[in-house]
T-cell receptor
Framework: AQSVSQHNHHVILSEAASLELGCNYSYGGTVNLFWYVQYPGQHLQLLLKYFSGDPLVKGIKGFEAEFIKSKFSFNLRKPSVQWSDTAEYFCAVNAARYSTLTFGKGTMLLVSP | DAGVIQSPRHEVTEMGQEVTLRCKPISGHDYLFWYRQTMMRGLELLIYFNNNVPIDDSGMPEDRFSAKMPNASFSTLKIQPSEPRDSAVYFC?????????FGAGTRLSVL
């Protein structure tokens, strides 16, 4: 079975600070990896995804994530956060032969102006 | 495309009443998923369909929950009878391939 672990439940940063949210998964086979973002009161939106190829993937709004296969990790980064990045961030994994996503518990990011 | 459409956006009901949540997936998508989101348990997959056929309903918490997909453009999640612990945000998502697109959700409050 797949599982996803997000290390931080809550992160508080000031504007312009750098962000890194940790995500580890457990599954021995080929995986597809995702980060979704949920702004307050809104639905989940895809931030970025990794299927294959370059392990450093770039998403919307200046976010990027790096897939490190040896560490089973897919950490999300942004060099300089903005107040508008305040949201909950979910890491998700999909074993390539399955149709379902397994989500982490989410990390709530609060960016203070 | 308008995206995944859910209705109602908010539902307030009393314990014991039947609740029906509705979802219209993105046209052409062959998978449909129902999730429940709570503070305590996060995002949980309840059931999913492929080509209108239920594939895995192991996440459905109890027999009070049922879901149907009578055609490719419509699905319902029904709770009968509802209980206060069913209060949550219920999301529908659809996909064609590996990317799931989520609806705006239904916020259910059972008093």
């Amino acid at each position: 079975a797949q599982s996803v672990s997000q290390h931080n439940h809550h992160v508080i940063l000031s504007e312009a600070a750098s962000l890194e949210l940790g995500c580890n998964y457990s599954y021995g086979g080929t995986v597809n990896l995702f980060w979704y973002v949920q702004y307050p009161g809104q639905h989940l939106q895809l931030l970025l995804k990794y299927f294959s190829g370059d392990p450093l993937v770039k998403g919307i709004k200046g976010f990027e994530a790096e897939f490190i296969k040896s560490k089973f990790s897919f950490n999300l980064r942004k060099p300089s956060v903005q107040w508008s990045d305040t949201a909950e961030y979910f890491c998700a994994v999909n074993a390539a032969r399955y149709s379902t996503l397994t989500f982490g518990k989410g990390t709530m990011l609060l960016v203070s102006p | 495309d308008a995206g995944v459409i859910q209705s109602p956006r908010h539902e307030v009901t009393e314990m014991g009443q039947e609740v029906t949540l509705r979802c219209k997936p993105i046209s052409g998508h062959d998978y449909l998923f129902w999730y429940r989101q709570t503070m305590m348990r996060g995002l949980e997959l309840l059931i999913y369909f492929n080509n209108n056929v239920p594939i895995d309903d192991s996440g459905m918490p109890e027999d009070r929950f049922s879901a149907k997909m009578p055609n490719a453009s419509f699905s319902t999640l029904k709770i009968q009878p509802s209980e206060p612990r069913d209060s949550a945000v219920y999301f529908c998502a659809s996909s064609l391939g590996n990317i799931q697109y989520f609806g705006a959700g239904t916020r259910l409050s059972v008093l």
